[in-house]
């Protein structure tokens, strides 16, 4: 017995060398264990190791996919400048009866670009990504190994974070530097971006999990995910001014998380003066608030119902 189970042993130590760290320091963690314990536990925290290691690893593996970085990180980027050149011969927006005041073409799309980058880095760059995954077999793997699902998704959400942090930062470089933005100045300002900010990427993340479930393959995953990413914007107020819709599809809208996204983000970059521009007249971060955690709950009900390693008409 003691021949059987060293070479089983030696065997799952070997086969870690052609895995991401995460799941190579569970296996180590697995073979450690005396065969004679019964099923291997993993030590208590240890889970919470394992996903922070495996944030590193995904982090990687995001940037090493070209088509990936440019549509969920470059994007926005790219779009607040084509928005900027584009309609820079129109002139400031919000300006006074005698053509003086008002704001950029670059500061007015600003906070939409904002929106939706939280919307790409946490809905379509994780439902394709983990359609894909459960197609290409690597999710049937992963649930053969002794990877934690707690240590998988603390991966993922890790990943979203930090990319979706450092597209933040870029967004406000090119804006400042490139289009001489004049960035909030008052404290409170910022603080309601870091609970809007947050909100919103907990939210599109829980929703991007819970999306991954209805591409049938990881074929199929960007010709599903996109499209309904992209109506989105063009009906939240991303790319289209708000108000320029009809009343009915700004109740659509509104519907949906997009929109208080948007709109937080408009109380933060914009003048007071835009205020009298909204829905009702007025910022409503109390409604923001209220939206974004509704869909954060809707989000995570239906990411622990739908989700599954491989589906299940596989």
Do not use: H
């Not at 450690?32 to 536990?41: F, R, Y």
């Not at 904002?114 to 999710?139: C, F, P, R, W, Y």
């Not at 074929?219 to 109506?231: D, H, N, Q, R, Y």
């Amino acid at each position: 017995m003691s021949l059987e189970t060293g070479a089983t042993t030696g065997a799952a130590t070997a086969s870690t060398t052609d895995l991401d760290p995460a799941r190579t320091a569970a296996l180590a963690a697995v073979a450690s264990v005396p065969p004679d314990t019964g099923v291997p536990k993993l030590a208590r925290g240890r889970g919470l190791r394992l996903g922070a290691r495996r944030v590193g690893y995904e982090v990687k593996q995001y940037f090493r996919a070209g088509d990936q970085v440019f549509f969920t990180f470059l994007f926005p980027v790219v779009m607040l400048a084509i928005f900027s050149v584009a309609f820079s011969g129109t002139g400031n927006i919000g300006t006074n009866p005698d053509g003086s005041g008002g704001i950029s073409q670059a500061a007015f799309y600003l906070p939409g670009m904002m929106a939706a980058g939280i919307l790409l880095s946490g809905v379509q760059n994780l439902a394709v990504d983990i359609a894909t995954e459960k197609s290409d077999g690597t999710l049937k793997r992963l649930s053969g190994s002794p990877l934690p699902v707690i240590s998988y998704f603390l991966g993922k959400a890790g990943q979203v974070l930090v990319t979706s942090i450092m597209q933040v930062i870029l967004l406000l470089l090119c804006a400042r530097f490139l289009f001489n933005v004049a960035l909030p100045t008052e404290p409170s300002r910022w603080l309601t971006f870091a609970w809007v900010y947050l909100l919103g990427i907990v939210t599109a993340a829980v929703l991007g999990i819970a999306l991954s479930a209805v591409p049938r393959t990881g074929k199929s995953a960007t010709a599903v995910v996109i499209p309904i990413v992209l109506v989105l914007q063009f009906i939240s107020g991303v790319y289209l001014s708000f108000t320029m819709l009809p009343e009915w599809l700004q109740n659509v809208a509104s519907i949906f998380p997009l929109k208080w996204m948007a709109q937080g983000m408009r109380s933060v970059f914009l003048p007071e003066s835009f205020e009298a521009a909204e829905q009702g007249g007025v910022w409503n971060l109390p409604g923001v608030a209220i939206a974004l955690l509704v869909w954060a709950v809707i989000g995570m009900v239906l990411a622990r119902v739908t989700f599954r390693w491989i589906r299940k008409d596989s």
